[in-house]
């Protein structure tokens, strides 16, 4: 069955310090995936897409940078964290679930603080 | 204007009751509509694909109007678990490299 993993679920980091988070997902192949932020209280904001290894989509310019070294591995970066950063970071895979039919599936998100 | 817009609410309601969101999507290359559910301080979860014929789920009914570019969740005789926020999402695109566009929910609080 398919199952979608990322770290950390918490994170607290200084301003100007760098960022790296990481979502795999197992179970399946070639996935699409997707990385959204979520300010409190807001909706989710598309930030970057990728239908394939280096293949990546930025919907929003900003401070952060996503790669996608291996099929099933996508990566959400920052080489120097703003305030305005913090958030819910919300990883996702678009497929086939073998239960629950066809969507996009999260990971269990990070929550970003930068102070 | 956003992509997808939802009415944010919050909805208030006692339990029992019958309470219906509504969604527009303004992009004509949004293929297909879902409906998700996202509690608090929690990852989004697939509630039910939207279809134009319907699509029922026991006490939840979606509906799509390619034509007016509308799509609307019913929800019968709520739950006190059925208080969360629900998410209008499109998927846009035909081929595999598709965007997933969210609104930003609407929040529904179910009263005893």
């Known amino acids: 069955s398919q199952t979608i993993h990322q770290w950390p679920a918490t994170l607290v980091q200084p301003v100007g310090s760098p960022l790296s988070l990481e979502c795999t997902v197992e179970?399946?192949?070639?996935?699409?995936l997707y990385w959204y932020r979520q300010a409190a209280g807001r909706g989710l904001q598309l930030l970057f897409y990728?239908?394939?290894?280096?293949?990546i989509s930025s919907e929003v310019p900003q401070n952060l940078s996503a790669s996608r070294p291996q099929d099933r591995q996508f990566i959400l970066s920052s080489k120097k964290l703003l305030l305005s950063d913090s958030g819910f970071y919300l990883c996702?895979?678009?497929?086939?679930?073998?239960?629950?039919?066809?969507?996009?599936?999260f990971g269990q998100g990070t929550r970003l603080t930068v102070v | 204007r956003k992509e997808v817009e939802q009415d944010p609410g919050p909805f208030n309601v006692p339990e029992g009751a019958t309470v219906a969101f509504n969604c527009t999507y303004s992009?004509?290359?949004?293929?297909?509509f879902f409906w998700y559910r996202q509690d608090c301080r929690k990852e989004p979860k697939l509630l039910m694909s939207?279809?134009?014929s319907g699509n029922e789920d026991g006490r939840f009914t979606a509906q799509l109007n390619r034509a007016s570019q509308y799509i609307s969740l019913l929800i019968r005789d709520s739950k006190l678990s059925d208080s969360a926020t629900y998410l209008c999402?499109?998927?846009?695109?035909?081929?595999?490299?598709?965007?997933?566009?969210f609104g930003s929910g609407t929040r529904l609080s179910i009263r005893p």
């Open positions: 992009n004509s290359a949004s293929q297909s």
């Open positions: 939207v279809y134009s």
């Open positions: 999402v499109a998927f846009q695109g035909y081929s595999s490299a598709s965007k997933i566009i």
């Open positions: 990728s239908v394939g290894i280096g293949q």
């Open positions: 179970g399946t192949s070639n996935p699409n």
């Open positions: 996702a895979w678009r497929g086939y679930m073998d239960r629950g039919g066809f969507g996009a599936f």
